[in-house]
Every structure is written in structure tokens, then in C-alpha cells.
Nanobody, 123 residues
């Protein structure tokens, strides 16, 4: 079975940093586009960024560009989201997702999802 497991969330002060990890098992990780999404209470899930299986340049939501960095380690079947200069509006549950077919910012394109990890940024 496919499993995606996020970790690294927590409480941080505004301006601080966190690194989220997503460990994948049960799929051909190196062939997948890996995406990060987030959902704040009462709001729709939104795209944060993704990185293709080719290891090309990641793509980011405009509001996080320059602050967040996605990387992947195919040998460890793990994708990372480094978050710097965090703002209160970054508070959300963060999800990783795997896309076996495409490189997309649409959540409907992703085939598998993790359970999420909470990120809370205090002002």
C-alpha cells in the first residue's frame, strides 16, 4: 500500500523556520511529482509548491516564493519543504501528495495524500 507520512510541523514565532519532511513508501517515488498543499481552518486547500520527478526547478505559490524551498532525496524516498520567514498567514495543516502522471498545481491531479502536519505561526 502507498503511504505518505509528513513530519516536522509545530509552533514557531513569526520570522522563524521549519522544515517539513514527507516520507513515501509503496510507490515508485522517483517517478512521481511531489506536491505540497496546505489548508487553513474554514478555507479551501491551496497549492504551495511542487517538484517534478526529473529534479527540475520547483514551482511555488507566489506568496511563498523566496521563503519556501522544496527539495527531494530519491534515495530516501523523501521530499522536504523548508519554510523560512514564516508569517501568521502560513498557519495551516500541510499535506504532501504524489502525482504519478503529471506536473500540476491542481490538487485533483494528485493520486496519494499524506495525513497532514500542523504548522502554527504565532505573531
Amino acid at each position: 500500500q502507498v503511504k505518505l507520512t509528513e513530519s516536522g510541523g509545530g509552533l514557531v514565532q513569526a520570522g522563524g523556520s521549519l522544515r517539513l519532511s514527507c516520507a513515501a513508501s509503496g510507490l515508485s517515488f522517483s517517478l512521481c511529482t511531489m506536491g505540497w498543499f496546505r489548508q487553513a481552518p474554514g478555507k479551501e486547500r491551496e497549492f504551495v509548491g511542487h517538484i517534478s520527478w526529473t529534479g527540475g526547478t520547483p514551482n511555488y505559490k507566489a506568496s511563498v516564493k523566496g521563503r519556501f524551498t522544496i527539495s527531494r532525496d530519491n534515495a530516501k524516498n523523501t521530499v522536504y519543504l523548508q519554510m523560512n520567514s514564516l508569517k501568521p498567514e502560513d498557519t495551516a495543516v500541510y499535506y504532501c501528495a504524489a502525482d504519478l502522471m503529471s506536473v500540476s498545481s491542481l490538487d485533483s491531479a494528485y493520486d496519494y495524500w499524506g495525513q497532514g502536519t500542523q504548522v502554527t505561526v504565532a505573531s
